[in-house]
């Protein structure tokens, strides 16, 4: 009740400022952990998506990013070959995997992997976002050219000039992103021969 006083027992008086700091410390370790698993799950359901983030720094050859509540490694393995990367600079990358360590979440993205390009296209062409162009495969090396093969799920719909667009715009814009590199869109076929 209001006005009413509670007696404290002796040894509550007794624990002092090293029994406040211990149980501060405590407080902030829970809030530290489920601010982590927070984050964890937040990227480990975006596996394969694209986000776009900032360079930060290097460490051992890797590229380290801010992806907005969380830093992501981009390894050299993952880096397209004939691409120079300096901190500040904003790339879109893959979220290729994401695991748990002692230090939170750890999120691998990449730069070389060939669901870059298919997101890129899923991106910057309407027609494969709302699924009436199907991409039917990609082959890529990282840095130099990329094939992708399309099929056209609703008739009389041109699949390869959807993705190119009008006076290439479309590919345009994904090659620019891609740093140059060579794209050809072609028509897929059942025989392997066409």
Known sequence: ELGESIPLEEQAAA????????????????????????????YAER?????????????????VMELGRADAILPRSEQA???????????????LEVRRSLRGPQIIVSRAHRGLVKRLFELEVPEIYHGQVEIMGIAREAGSRSKIAVRARQPGLD??????????????AIVN????????VVPWAEKAEE
């Not at 624990?15 to 809030?31: D, E, Y």
């Not at 596996?47 to 590229?63: K, L, M, P, V, Y």
């Not at 992103?177 to 050809?184: A, H, V």
């Open 15 to 42: 624990l002092g400022r090293i029994g406040a700091q211990t149980a501060k410390q405590v407080i902030q370790q829970s809030l530290r952990e489920a601010e982590r698993e927070q984050v964890f799950a937040e």
């Open 47 to 63: 596996e394969g998506d694209i986000f776009n983030g900032q360079i930060t720094r290097f460490e051992a050859g890797s590229a």
């Open 81 to 95: 070959p004939h691409e120079r990367y300096f901190i500040g600079q904003h790339r879109k990358v893959l979220v």
């Open 159 to 172: 699949p390869v000039g959807a993705c190119v667009g009008q006076r290439g715009l479309r590919v345009q």
């Open 177 to 184: 992103e891609l740093g140059g590199e060579r794209l050809d």
